[in-house]
């Protein structure tokens, strides 16, 4: 994949944030209005696209190649998990914006930017490990997710039982026991959740029309805390997998798929449940535009 295509690719989310942005302007977004398309999104079309990454595409791997994939998932999510232990403490910035780093640290988007870049460097016909190794984010990201945000006092044991959590279950059991789903479901379901990414990038684009845009670029936090999302995880995942014996093809995936920017559920969940929108908004929209370089970067140098 050259630099050129992952620059297109990225041209497409910046856009799909700059209308949502422009949307807001023109008093079609906002307020209310955000936050009943981040309600639609979370309960309607988010779990339909988690259901069908794994009924609508191609036959799967056997159960232990599934296995073997998941192990390195644990690893790859070990990781994220350990830098938010101890990256946040140095970023400082108040107890909802430290919610906002413990999320852009754990979660990276691996699906709606990860995916096109897998296929364009692997191959469509790889894509399900990719699909494989973002099973474990469904469930961490709406279990986790809320309550790195929020903090336990606003966490309630409900949330465990959203619709999002309850879709990345069913995903898993199907992946692991290979249940055939009929053809038209996974159509019908791919329908509706196609919509996801494009209305999620236009209510983040929403969200950064009530910020200060040169805030964004002038905050040492937000670009060390973008480094170390972009970059730093990429090397030390690829410091572990070189050690581990691992496949060349999933190692090389699961290094790409580290790489992604902050995944944009988090805005989602911060209207949800009551995060800090504007960093969330911001840190999303800054690592996006330098994954620009980034990705490329990585697929140059550790690959």
């Known amino acids: 994949m050259s630099f050129f295509d992952t620059f297109s ?8 944030m700059a209308v949502g942005y422009l949307a807001n302007r023109l008093g079609y977004l906002g307020g209310e209005a955000d936050a009943k398309l981040s309600k639609l999104i979370l309960n309607i079309t988010m779990p339909a696209t988690i259901v069908s990454s794994v009924v609508s595409g191609d036959t799967f791997p056997g159960t232990a190649e599934i296995l073997s994939t998941l192990k390195v998932a644990v690893v790859f999510y070990g990781l994220e998990l350990l830098i938010v232990c101890v990256v946040p403490r140095f970023l400082g910035g108040t107890p909802e914006q430290k919610g906002v780093w413990r999320y852009a640290l754990a979660f990276s988007n691996l699906a709606f930017i990860g995916y096109p870049v897998v296929i364009d460097l692997f191959g469509a016909d790889k894509l399900f490990y990719a699909v494989i190794l973002q099973l474990p984010f469904n469930m961490l ?66 969200l950064l029309a009530g910020l200060p845009v040169m ?7 937000l670009w060390a805390l973008s480094a170390v999302r972009l970059l730093g995880l990429p090397v030390l995942l690829w410091l572990i997998l070189r050690q581990m014996g691992v496949d060349p093809i999933v190692q090389g ?13 988090g805005s989602m969940l911060c209207l949800e449940y009551g995060g800090d929108t504007e960093a969330m908004a911001q840190i999303t929209f800054l690592s996006t535009l330098m994954s620009i370089v980034t990705i490329p970067l990585v697929a140059m140098l550790l690959l």
């Not at 690719?9 to 799909?16: D, K, P, S, T, Y």
């Open 141 to 206: 990201s709406y279990t986790l997710g809320p309550l790195m945000l929020t903090g336990a006092k606003r966490f309630r044991w409900k949330q465990l039982l959203s619709p999002c959590i309850i879709a990345a279950m069913l995903a898993l059991v199907i992946a692991l026991a290979h249940i055939q789903v009929p053809a038209q479901i996974g159509e019908m379901l791919s329908f509706i959740g196609d919509i996801t990414v494009p209305l999620s990038l236009l209510v983040v684009g929403s």
């Open 9 to 16: 690719e990225m041209l497409v989310i910046l856009f799909a």
């Open 215 to 221: 805030q964004v670029f002038s905050s040492v936090r």
């Open 253 to 265: 995936i699961a290094i790409v798929e580290m790489a992604m920017p902050v995944a944009i559920n």
